[in-house]
């Protein structure tokens, strides 16, 4: 004997019509009275929030990874670091304006920890570097900084992860030269203990007017940590390489037999 099984479809082709068992009596679908409308005010505000909050999260997509950690919700979806972030993004960085929603980057979070930064935390500018320090070492495990710079005017992204040993309480990172007389706009923070103690995040604006005139530090000492120029991030995936076939010659074992381009025989025994 067959078993009803009461199902009541999202949507059917039209012209199919869909049965289906419901208290025990056998019903027939009918078409929808109305829609919702997937154009509301809210919804488009959602996306535009969406699509601003993407043309800047993806260059610092390196760092997010590390200062966010994926979730598993109640219904056992896994959302990874990366999402967390933008759910973040448009909950925090935009506020109403009388020219409709303004996204405030220094609001931007390089990690979802709460801890106290460091005391002492400075970001100045010396000569072509930027100098980050603190009062004391960081008494985590495996503690890193993550740098994020902007160029306003270019929108020119550099981000940089950099591993700190417990007794490092300053480290310097080479600027491209073009930004030497711009203003730059920095995000840091600190992460350790396998991702598990997270910092705030510091934002500031460095002008050229306030760049120090105080030489940078020498390198090699135990509490300095020197980085290089970072290339600039790009966002999108990386370019794919295109393949140009190669025709086999026709001493090749598995050559084509026919003489044709792009072929070749096997034998089966």
């Known amino acids: 004997m067959a078993i009803y ?3 009541r479809p999202r949507w059917n082709p039209r012209g199919v019509v869909v049965n289906y068992v419901s208290g025990g009596q056998l019903c027939v679908r009918s078409w929808p009275k109305g829609y919702r409308d997937a154009r509301t005010e809210s919804q488009q505000r ?3 929030r969406m699509a601003r909050v993407c043309g800047v999260l993806p260059f610092v997509k390196g760092l997010i990874g590390e200062g966010y950690s994926p979730l598993v919700k109640r219904n056992g979806r896994h959302v990874g670091a990366y999402h967390c972030a933008v759910s973040t993004a448009l909950r925090e960085w935009f506020i109403a304006s009388p020219g ?11 990690t979802d920890g709460v801890r106290a930064l460091p005391e002492g935390l400075e ?12 009062n004391s070492g960081l008494r985590w495990a495996q503690p890193r900084l ?6 306003p005017a ?3 992204w550099v981000s940089l992860l950099v591993p700190v040993g417990e007794n490092v309480t300053r480290v310097a990172v080479q600027l491209p030269p073009e930004w030497a007389a711009k203003a730059v706009e920095v995000w840091v923070a600190f992460v350790g203990d396998a991702r598990r103690a ?6 500031c604006m460095l002008s050229p007017a306030v760049v120090s005139t105080l030489p940078l530090p020498p390198a090699g000492r135990e509490t300095l940590r020197v ?3 970072p290339p600039l991030a790009r966002k999108g995936r990386a370019a794919r390489v295109k393949l140009t076939p190669r025709a086999l010659p026709p001493s090749a074992a598995c050559s084509c037999r026919f003489g044709l381009n792009g072929f070749f025989c096997l034998l089966r025994e």
């Open 46 to 48: 959602q996306r535009g």
């Open 198 to 203: 997270k910092s705030l995040t510091r934002y």
């Open 146 to 151: 993550l740098l994020a710079a902007r160029e």
């Open 227 to 229: 980085a290089g120029c």
């Open 100 to 110: 409709g929603e303004a996204m405030r980057l220094e609001r931007m979070r390089l």
């Open 154 to 156: 270019a929108n020119a």
């Open 123 to 134: 970001v100045r500018r010396a000569h072509d570097a930027l100098l980050v320090s603190w």
């Open 5 to 7: 099984v009461p199902l």
